[in-house]
DNA sequence: ACAGAAAATGCTGCATACAGAATACAAAAG
DNA sequence: CTTTTGTATTCTGTATGCAGCATTTTCTGT
């Protein structure tokens, strides 16, 4: 990017014409402020991601975290400027996310931040248990040995956070652990839909900031839920898993 | 817009001079060849459908249908052209196929559509049975006594159509009436879930045309479900929807 | 002063223009 | 004849322009 806007300048437009010329363009181009072009954590041929890609999952933080609060108007050439992106693929990244059902089209007047209520949140729970016990029974047959080694670290992880009273990494390290054994189960169907409905709770997540006794409880849950699935233990597991979303409910229930 | 074209190709592009010079426009405009912006059919304030929304189911008629064959590429220009649009809101739909799963994108080569795996096929149904149980426990609770009748009323004409051989209605018929127990069970999420591998899938069950005696199982299956359904019988219910998804399995199993 | 109409404003929806990446093609070297 | 490299073409990605709809503001008549 870096020079591009320069060379752009250049040579082109005979067109000039402008009277009194177009303004110059003072944009900011891909400056792409707080938007990173990361260039690939994992394996695979290096590849930044594209700009898209990006946004998309720009966007989603800011409803997650609140920036854009439900109802919120999601103005395009407002959003665009303070991202530094021109419309157009603001608008393709808005459509995506209508899709994942974080934001609601409205014909002429653009997309707005979906209002979740306290049912949707109880219907959104149902769902996701469902999921969870269906993705508990399959990873006890399908996951393997270092699998399984794996969410055991990231829980052992959680419980260090949980101790040193850290929310913030608790609560990340907590939807990887759901996020990995739905993934022990080798069902990417699975995964998507366990996935859409976990980012749809994320906000409502990220609020619900449940009381010392709660959050103890949620911990003793995890213990539970890692030691059947180390005995794969299919019945236990989807049972913890259950009963631990039926306890979410409780947890979450004021916050929304 | 009409003469800006012109306008346009006057004063520009010393460029150029293409040799031989921009082959003019023949665009059809907003023809929307077979397009139709559709006048609403239901309650509600008379609403044209926004562009968007017809393109998008659109396209995915065209991909269930087979018209886009998996693996093929969205050609932006062509595709566009050809339903007489231009690629902004075709890029647009196609962003939001692609978030639900029916097209993937490829970075700076556009879009294709998804081939699904037979292992794929196996773990939506998968899933889907899961959604099913649930929603027919739900729905011997949530339904209404109109709607449990609506649900027989479309069982019947499906019945009916089976009779006459009628395999199309017959397969429409079907799907409505899996969405429609969904629908009954009052989970927004879950119907949202069951919708959109019902759509992934209803690809491969287009294609999958299943022998008399299976078919008859078929509808046997559904006869059951019917009554479990009128006698709000929660465990019968849920068990033969789970049962009839694993044997839909059966059924497609060698067209994918 | 107030109701209603008309004009003005702002924003979305769609189209088009431009630039860069990927691929196809062709010529040259081995 | 095969491989390689340079070039042309094609297509995607992004920006910009234009028109219509919604909404708000300002007039005008009673």
């Known amino acids: 990017m870096l020079e591009k806007g320069t060379a752009d300048s250049i040579g082109r437009h005979g067109n000039a014409a402008g009277p009194a010329g177009r303004k110059r363009r003072t944009r900011k181009m891909n400056e792409i402020t707080s938007l990173e072009r990361r260039p690939e954590g994992g394996p695979g041929p290096i590849r930044r991601t594209a700009l898209h890609d990006t946004l998309v999952s720009h966007l989603r933080d800011m409803i997650i975290e609140g920036d854009l609060a439900p109802g919120t108007r ?33 014909p002429s007047r ?20 469902a ?15 270092t699998g399984i080694a794996e969410v055991r670290a990231l829980h052992d992880e959680m419980v260090h956070r949980y101790r040193a009273g850290d929310r913030m990494q608790y609560y990340k390290l907590n939807q990887q652990i759901h996020t990995a054994i739905v993934q022990l189960s080798g069902n990417a169907a699975l995964a998507d839909m366990h996935g859409v409905l976990q980012t749809r709770l994320k906000r409502i997540r990220f609020i619900g900031h449940e009381g010392p006794e709660k959050w103890a409880a949620a911990v003793a849950e995890h213990e539970e839920m890692i030691a059947a699935l180390e005995a794969r233990d299919k019945a236990k597991l989807s049972e913890v898993l259950g009963r631990h979303l039926v306890n979410a409910w409780e947890r979450v229930r004021d916050s929304v």
Do not use: N, W
Request: glycine letters at 8%; charged letters at 30%.
């Open 74 to 106: 999601l103005h395009e050439g407002q959003l665009g400027e303070q991202l530094g992106v021109s419309r157009t693929p603001l608008r393709e990244a808005i459509k995506y996310l209508a899709s994942e059902g974080l934001v609601e089209l409205v």
């Open 110 to 129: 653009g997309a707005v931040v979906k209002r979740f209520s306290a049912k949707d949140v109880k219907d959104m729970l149902t769902v996701l248990q």
């Open 131 to 145: 999921l969870e016990e269906l993705a508990g029974k399959l990873a006890c047959d399908a996951a393997s040995d």
